[in-house]
């Protein structure tokens, strides 16, 4: 079986104290792109979690435009969790959401 590949979006303390260390226990899954806006904690990340071949992003867009991701975990402050994972599914990606969705209640159209 294929493993799963991961994306992480957000490389702060909820991705490596919580998400990060969940992924490593399961052998089916790769951590393949690290993403942040502070392109430091996205490498530091990498170099802790991902594979030899990992990628870091400063653009969740790039993360989300790889055919090769299976699922995006958005890790990032409350105020850009909608739009990164509404993104992320409508790039055809699973998506993991750190709480909440959303700040506010808004209809998005998502087709």
Known sequence: MAKI????VGCGF???RKHLPM????????VVA???IIRERAEASCKQYGIADAKVYEDYREV???KDIDVVHVCTPNS???EISVAA?????????????AKTVQRLKLC
């Not at 992924?23 to 790769?30: F, I, K, N, T």
């Open 5 to 8: 590949k991961i994306g992480i």
């Open 14 to 16: 909820i991705a490596n």
């Open 23 to 30: 992924l490593m226990q399961h052998q089916d899954v790769e």
């Open 34 to 36: 690290f993403c942040d």
């Open 64 to 66: 989300i435009g790889r």
């Open 80 to 82: 850009s969790h909608a």
């Open 89 to 101: 599914l409508q790039g055809g990606k699973h998506v993991m959401c750190e709480k909440p969705m």
